[in-house]
């Protein structure tokens, strides 16, 4: 092999991309010190764009298919170098492969609570979260703004770029709405709307075309979201006799089940009593009502002492045995009553004769 030949195969005769990763937008053919020969075979796949850059400035512009590069199809290129009867020499240029296919499910968020005026809650601070979808659209203004001279560039670099962008116009635009916190959720697709055309021209001034963007949740901070929690139960509570009243009811079959003997049970059996009186309904007066006096076994109309259990007449106030004052409850409200009284004095229910 001649010396000319080793020098002719350092021309670069082939030059084509193939993406190894759906990360990376754009890609710097290795070129080096190697010159494209005159006639090198450019291949530009369905999903790319070729870029054409001679001394840092974006020249042609290749879109999909195979290019045999020569003066006819590098127009640009041509004129930047003068050339205007063609050239036979190798030439050196640098070649950036673009990806152009739609990049999906892009996240987005806000790393920090925005403060935004609420019309029903006042000053809020929201968080909001979502996905977009973009292209390269032009890839000179990519290639100029974004990308640059790296020898790739990715997703992840251009997100540094982009988020301040959306953050921003996310709270512009909620603040322009007059929504409240409390109606955001309904308007979400009509918040998305109105964000996607507000970015719209901000990603074309970078050389992108933004293709969906979607707000998924508006929320708040941990610590106010339990303050509205707090407030919409209050609001839903509404008469807080009635909450009381629902609470005591509540509490009835956990006394109940409570396992501590005597103790346990006579606290339901108080919770229960306590809860018949604020209902006023519900449970009848027999249920709450204690025990009457035990009958006498000498026959009806006879009842037993309460203190030495001897016989003594059922309209009896004292005892004649032992003087002991008979008492009885009252149905209604448990006040104690003295044998004889036909009516509770603080409730006035009538009751039988005794």
């Not at 640009?76 to 950036?96: H, M, Q, R």
């Not at 209902?279 to 076994?297: C, K, V, W």
């Amino acid at each position: 092999m001649s010396v000319w030949d080793d020098i002719k195969h350092q021309f670069i005769e082939v030059i084509e991309w193939t993406e190894e990763s759906d990360d990376i937008l754009a890609y710097r053919f290795p070129i080096a010190h190697h010159e494209i020969k005159q006639g090198a075979q450019l291949t530009v796949r369905e999903s790319q764009l070729a870029l054409l850059v001679d001394q840092g400035r974006p020249a042609d512009v290749f879109a999909a298919g195979r290019h045999i590069l020569h003066t006819s199809n590098l127009p640009i290129l041509t004129k930047l170098n003068s050339w205007a009867y063609g050239f036979d020499s190798p030439f050196k240029s640098e070649v950036y492969f673009l990806s152009v296919r739609q990049k999906l499910g892009q996240r987005w968020g806000t790393p920090q609570p925005i403060t935004c005026r609420d019309p029903e809650l006042g000053s809020v601070q929201l968080r909001m979260f979502g996905a977009y979808s973009y292209h390269i659209a032009d890839a000179r203004t990519f290639y100029r703004d974004i990308s640059g001279t790296r020898e790739s560039f990715t997703t992840d670099d251009l997100v540094s770029q982009l988020l301040p962008t959306i953050v921003e116009t996310a709270a512009s635009s909620f603040a322009r709405s007059q929504l409240s916190f409390l109606d955001m959720a309904a308007n979400l697709p009509a918040l998305s709307a109105v964000l996607r055309a507000a970015l719209d021209p901000l990603f074309g001034k970078l050389g992108l075309g933004l293709d969906s963007f979607v707000v998924e949740a508006v929320t708040l901070p941990e610590v106010l979201q339990e303050a509205l929690q707090a407030r919409q139960a209050a609001a839903l509570v509404g008469n807080l006799q009635d909450y009381a009243r629902y609470q005591t009811a509540k509490s009835i079959p956990d006394a109940a089940r409570n396992p501590s003997g005597l103790a346990g049970l006579g606290a339901a059996l108080a919770v229960g009593a306590r809860f018949g009186h604020a209902m006023g309904t519900g449970l009848s007066d027999s249920l709450l009502a204690p025990p009457p006096p035990a009958p006498s076994a000498h026959g009806p109309g006879v009842i037993a002492c309460v203190t030495c259990a001897k016989d003594i007449g059922s309209g009896s106030g004292f005892c004649c045995f032992c003087g002991a004052m008979q008492k009885f409850a009252c149905s209604r409200c448990q006040t104690e009553l003295a044998v004889g009284n036909k009516f509770c004095g603080r409730c006035g229910q009538q009751h039988a004769p005794r």
